[in-house]
């Protein structure tokens, strides 16, 4: 089924859709309209413009492509599915995210991943093919944060205080030379055999959206930021 966005109301577009019921949407025109496709469960939905804040908040099993660029709070809090963005996202993409798949084509503005967290079979990732902008994965507690880098010539993809907080989780940053001045809660090495494993199929299924040469990004060098459990979180006590 079809919707013509243009001008509409958020609030009265949102509830078209809802009460279409259909398992297959696309949404043209878009301009800035609020919350498309949030809690989606059974149902593909394609969307042409520019989303409005919160696009797949709560996505639960949902996928949901974009053709444009997405404003701030992509996949917040999402427990499933998958979401591709042919463009950029603005902050806080997946913050809270719990599960499921985010795939930018571009880059991503401040404060991506915030408070990520994986739990059993939940395990939530990030794919950002461009840049990131400051505190990416911030408080990240578990999951996957993987940033491409394409078009950075082999610099550090990201912004200011990267990982800060983080105490779970996993952020794999492609660029030629270990990143300097992160956090003290963060500890980075290159990349392992291992670690090429896991994030080949991410990397792979990055392409089969967008294009691009998978093994040719893969070989190249990465470096992995995980947690210091050192200087991580600890626990308070109360004394008397």
Avoid: W
């Amino acid at each position: 089924m079809e919707f013509q966005a243009g001008m509409t109301y958020y609030k009265e577009l949102n509830a078209a859709i809802r009460a279409s019921g259909a398992s297959e949407i696309t949404v043209n025109d878009v301009h800035g309209q609020r919350y498309l496709g949030c809690g989606m469960k059974d149902c593909a939905m394609t969307i042409h413009g520019t989303p409005g804040n919160g696009m797949g908040q709560y996505l639960d099993g949902a996928t949901i492509e974009v053709f444009g660029n997405c404003q701030e709070a992509v996949g917040d809090t999402m427990n499933a599915g998958t979401i591709i963005v042919h463009g950029t996202c603005g902050d806080a993409a997946g913050y809270g995210m719990r599960g499921g798949r985010i795939f930018v084509r571009d880059n991503i503005g401040y404060r991506a991943g915030i408070h990520m967290k994986a739990y059993q079979d939940k395990f939530p990732v990030l794919v950002v093919g461009g840049k990131a902008g400051s505190f990416l994965g911030e408080y990240q507690a578990g999951g996957l944060i993987l940033v491409l880098g394409q078009g950075m010539e082999g610099k550090y993809p990201c912004g200011y205080f990267c990982g800060t907080g983080m105490h779970g989780g996993k952020i794999v940053l492609r660029c030629d030379e270990a990143p300097q001045g992160l956090p003290p809660q963060v500890l980075i090495r290159e990349a392992t055999e291992e670690d090429a494993a896991e994030i080949a199929p991410y990397i792979e299924e990055y392409c089969s959206y967008f294009g691009g040469d998978a093994k040719a990004l893969a070989d190249q060098k990465f470096y992995v930021l995980t947690p210091n459990p050192a200087l991580g979180y600890k626990r308070l006590y109360t004394y008397q």
